[in-house]
């Protein structure tokens, strides 16, 4: 992807250069039912997006990544209301007719003996990318920094083999999990180069959402992290450098804080949400961290925006606008929901558009 001049993804460019952007970029998504009531709010039709009224400075776009995908989302029958459908990872879902989250009934890796079955169909198969080059084109042509986005070796494998099932593994099947982990890493490394390659995204670089922390800790010690995923990410992170992708970066919702340290050192270079709700202080990680560590995020989009107060985000979102000025931030959160007021989101942005211009 060539960055053009004046456009998001140039600021974006140079934010993750540690050089001052023009302006601030910041980095949104919605959900839920936010965008109609911004609508309704902002009095437009319900057809006009906040990203078309803000802009859009990043996204990231995926093929399909799933183990299986001949047979995802495979309908097998209607039951009460529900779908029963297999899935790309070797599961039996239940979902409600037209929802979004959904139920395991069932799965592959029953037992520990199961792992002959868990061979990953081709990465190269055109079916995981229909559609993807031209969501990717249009991306490029709005000026959009955009990364190629792949799920995590944990995240991943609790899709497979189930969460609670998965973390007592890690700690009492060890031989298992490390066969396991490793057809995952082989599996993500070569869905990671098709995305990069065939969205001609090197430069932009990776994106590894890898959810593994709740509001208070990772789900794991850092010792089990360096165990089973450090030497993989190493792995996953020199193969793709090695093709030629610029940077890597990495997702996790909730307080990461505790393996910050191990993830550097694994090679990521970026880091998003960073809840300020739980617990990371994205002034305090700048000090600790100076330009190691590049940082997308760090707005409360479960208390301070909520709350609608608008003193309070002010000085909650000015010391960040600031740290800015130096490179190094994309601002923004995990997400914009139904419990964020569209009165106040519009407020954040105008205090965005009015401080984080570095140009004045």
């Given amino acids: 992807m060539t960055i053009i001049a004046n456009t998001p993804a140039a600021q974006v460019m140079k ?5 001052q952007p023009d302006h601030l970029p910041f980095w949104d998504d919605f959900w839920g039912g936010f965008s109609v009531k911004w609508s309704k709010y902002m009095g437009f039709p319900k ?43 070797g599961r039996i879902i239940r979902r409600a007719k037209g929802g979004y989250f959904s139920e395991t009934i069932d799965r592959i890796l029953r037992e520990h003996s199961d792992i002959d079955k868990i061979i990953p169909e081709a990465a190269n198969m055109d079916s995981r990318f229909v559609g993807f080059p031209e969501e990717v084109k249009i991306a490029k042509d709005n000026g959009i920094y955009v990364f190629a986005k792949i799920g995590g070796i944990y995240c991943r494998g609790q899709f497979v083999r189930g969460e609670e099932d998965l973390l007592m593994d890690m700690m009492l099947e060890k031989t298992f999990c490390h066969e396991f982990f490793d057809i995952l890493t082989e599996h993500l490394t070569q869905m990671a180069l098709q995305t990069l390659k065939r969205g001609n995204l090197w430069e932009t670089g990776l994106l590894v959402c890898d959810d593994m922390a709740n509001s208070k800790m990772p789900n794991f010690s850092p010792d089990i992290f360096e165990e089973f995923l450090l030497p993989r990410y190493k792995k996953m992170i020199a193969t793709v450098k090695k093709a030629g992708c610029s940077r890597v970066f990495f997702h996790s919702d909730g307080n990461i804080g505790p393996l910050m340290d191990l993830l550097i050192e694994a090679g990521f270079e970026g880091f998003n949400p960073l ?17 190691k560590a590049i940082f997308c995020g760090g707005v409360c989009n479960t208390q301070i925006l909520p709350r609608g107060d608008k003193k309070e985000i002010e000085a909650h979102v000015r010391p960040l606008i600031e740290m800015g000025r130096e490179g190094g931030l994309v601002i923004g959160q995990a997400s914009i929901g139904d419990d964020v007021a569209p009165e106040a989101y519009d ?14």
């Avoid at 934010?15 to 050089?19: D, P, R, Y």
């Avoid at 739980?278 to 961290?289: M, S, T, V």
């Fill in 275 to 291: 809840e300020p709700s739980c617990g990371l202080d994205l002034i305090k990680l700048r000090e600790k961290y100076g330009k």
């Fill in 15 to 19: 934010a993750f250069q540690f050089e």
């Fill in 47 to 89: 057809s006009l997006t906040p990203d078309d009224f803000y802009g859009r400075y990043v996204c990231e776009k995926l093929g399909n990544e799933s183990l299986f995908p001949s047979i995802d989302e495979s309908f097998i029958k209607s039951e009460d209301g529900y779908d029963i459908i297999s899935d790309g990872w």
């Fill in 347 to 360: 407020y954040y942005m105008l205090l965005l558009k009015k401080y984080g211009n570095y140009q004045r």
